[in-house]
Antibody, heavy 123, light 107 residues
């Protein structure tokens, strides 16, 4: 059974840093691209960043470029999101998600999601 | 960025009814569209990809259609477990963007 378990959230002051982790199990982690998607309270979903299966390529939404870093440790089957210079507008639930593979092609959509971890940026 | 306009924002229907949710993209996304269901307090679940392909394990009462800039999700024979919010997502181009969601309730 595919499982994605996030950790590392909580309350942080504006301008400070926080690192999220996502422990993956139930599938061959190093075969899949992975992503972070966030959801502000009572709001819709927002793609944050994607990393390729081997970590060689990363992609970010403009609002987090230069502040957030997505990375992975395939030996530990773990995905990370380092968040620096946090702002109040970064307050959201952050989901770790696996990109979809239909057996032939990889698609930048998400077939498994973690339970989410809340990040609150406030003084 | 490609904007995804989803409608309606909320929807109330009776058990057994058929409901349709629409998503309009600000430019052609060439069927690069997915639909997700998010039940209260839970993480999203993939329903449909490539605009009309049903994800494994999703009941056949869910279907997707559309092309170009206009897409829709149809739920036949509405059941109580379908109470949820539904989101579309375009994955044709970065940044991937989601619709604002449709909250579905039972009358």
């Amino acid at each position: 059974e595919v499982q994605l378990v996030e950790s590392g959230g909580g309350l942080v002051q504006p301008g400070r840093s926080m690192k999220l982790s996502c422990a993956a199990s139930g599938f061959t982690f190093n075969n899949y691209d992975m992503a972070w998607v966030c959801q502000a309270p009572k709001k819709g979903l927002e793609w944050v960043a994607t990393i390729s299966y081997d970590g060689s390529s990363t992609y970010y939404r403009d609002s987090v470029k230069g502040r957030f870093t997505i990375s992975r440790d395939n030996a530990k089957s773990t995905l990370y999101l380092q968040m620096d210079s946090l702002r109040s507008e970064d307050t959201a639930t952050y989901y770790c998600a696996r990109l979809y593979y239909d057996g032939t092609y990889y698609y930048p959509l998400f077939d498994y999601w973690g339970q989410g971890v809340m990040v609150t940026v406030s003084s | 960025d490609i904007q995804m306009t989803q409608s309606p924002a909320s929807l109330s229907a009776s058990l057994g009814e058929t409901v349709t949710i629409e998503c309009r993209a600000s430019e052609d996304i060439y069927n690069g569209l997915a639909w997700y269901q998010q039940k209260p307090g839970k993480s999203p679940q993939l329903l449909i990809y490539n605009a009309n392909s049903l994800h494994t394990g999703v009941p056949s009462r869910f279907s997707g259609s559309g092309s170009g800039t206009q897409y829709s999700l149809k739920i036949n024979s509405l059941q109580s477990e379908d109470v949820a919010s539904y989101f579309c997502q375009q994955y044709y181009d970065y940044p991937f963007t989601f619709g604002s969601g449709t909250k579905l309730e039972i009358k």
